[in-house]
């Protein structure tokens, strides 16, 4: 898997950096698409980033957007 950020975060607060923080953190700790679904449906609700970051995922890829901004902040491609 590639893990790239592709903007910074718009509404920077204490939180919302902790919470993209724990994001990031799930992504370089899969070691496949599998896993990643599996703790993102397990720990995203649970953990309030739902506040601040929409995600999704593709055919070969999972997204993160900020909320505040629209922008796509961080993209996951699987190889």
């Known amino acids: 898997m590639k893990v ?3 903007n ?3 509404g920077r607060t ?3 950096i ?3 923080n724990e994001l990031l953190s ?3 700790n899969s070691d ?4 990643l679904r599996i703790r993102f449906e397990d720990d995203y609700y ?6 601040y970051f929409d995600y999704g995922f593709g055919g070969n890829h999972f997204w993160v957007s900020e909320k505040v901004s629209n922008k796509r902040i961080l993209f996951v491609e699987f190889n």
């Open 18 to 20: 902790i919470e993209f």
């Open 4 to 6: 790239q950020i592709e």
């Open 46 to 51: 649970k953990a309030n980033e739902c506040e």
């Open 8 to 10: 910074t975060l718009s």
């Open 26 to 28: 799930q992504c370089l």
């Open 14 to 16: 204490s939180l919302s």
């Open 32 to 35: 496949s698409e599998n896993e």
